[in-house]
């Protein structure tokens, strides 16, 4: 079974291009949450998905970033006009029920560069 | 606010050793925390949970336990290797129930 899978794991950038991240999920699990880990800093929650849905973007930038979770394929976390600030190491997550009710398994996460 | 706390100073220690790690939190009322590991240029690793009803939790040479009154929980690992020098990362369901968040981590480095 394989686990989380990320990819790209390394994005390089320049200040005003689009970021496109994805993740794909542990068979079976339908719950993907992404995470924000700034150089030196802890693991912030960015946004929780369900298929289809986002339950919970509380985390979320309100500007330039966006998620989804398409009834087929990867959840996607896009960031449009990049910034230096940007720079960080984004993990995704997923559970088979809902959040925290199960261990999260954590991808290998991308690290984005923006120069 | 909700906080969670962890030693953001590095844990030397020898090889051999009991490796102690804390993590307190605050305006927490969790029905469980957990522990993760996690390397450099990698994802946390889940180690252990432990429930609101439980004092303590083993596996393998890891030991937990978990405070509700000091809202603390202590990690253990017991006779350290250079292999589990990581950092490690303490995390709680919030009060909504929808999000695990996560302390700043404890480096941990066991010397040989």
């Known amino acids: 079974n394989a686990g989380v899978m990320q990819n790209p794991r390394h994005l390089v950038r320049r200040r005003g291009q689009e970021a496109r991240l994805r993740c794909s999920p542990m068979k079976g699990h339908s719950h993907v949450y992404w995470y924000r880990q700034l150089p030196e800093e802890g693991l912030k929650f960015m946004v929780y998905l369900q298929k289809e849905n986002i339950i919970d973007e509380s985390g979320m930038p309100k500007e330039r970033f966006s998620a989804e979770f398409p009834k087929e394929g990867p959840s996607i976390l896009r960031i449009q006009q990049v910034v230096r600030g940007d720079s960080a190491a984004y993990f995704c997550?997923?559970?088979?029920?809902?959040?925290?009710?199960?261990?999260?398994?954590f991808g290998p996460g991308t690290r984005l560069t923006v120069l | 606010s909700q906080k969670i706390e962890q030693n953001s100073e590095a844990l030397n220690i020898q090889e051999g050793k009991t490796a102690t790690l804390t993590c307190n939190y605050t305006?927490?009322?969790?029905?469980?925390l957990q522990w993760y590991r996690q390397d450099p240029g990698r994802g946390p690793v889940f180690l252990l949970l432990i429930r609101e009803n439980e004092k303590e939790k083993r596996k393998e040479r890891l030991k937990v336990t978990f405070d509700t009154t000091l809202k603390q929980s202590l990690f253990h690992i017991t006779a350290s290797q250079p292999a589990d020098s990581a950092t490690y990362l303490c995390?709680?369901?919030?009060?909504?129930?929808?999000?695990?968040?996560f302390g700043g981590g404890t480096r941990l480095m066991v010397k040989p």
């Open positions: 305006n927490y009322s969790p029905a469980y």
């Open positions: 997550a997923s559970s088979p029920y809902t959040a925290g009710a199960d261990t999260q398994y």
């Open positions: 995390a709680l369901l919030n009060n909504a129930g929808n999000m695990l968040t």
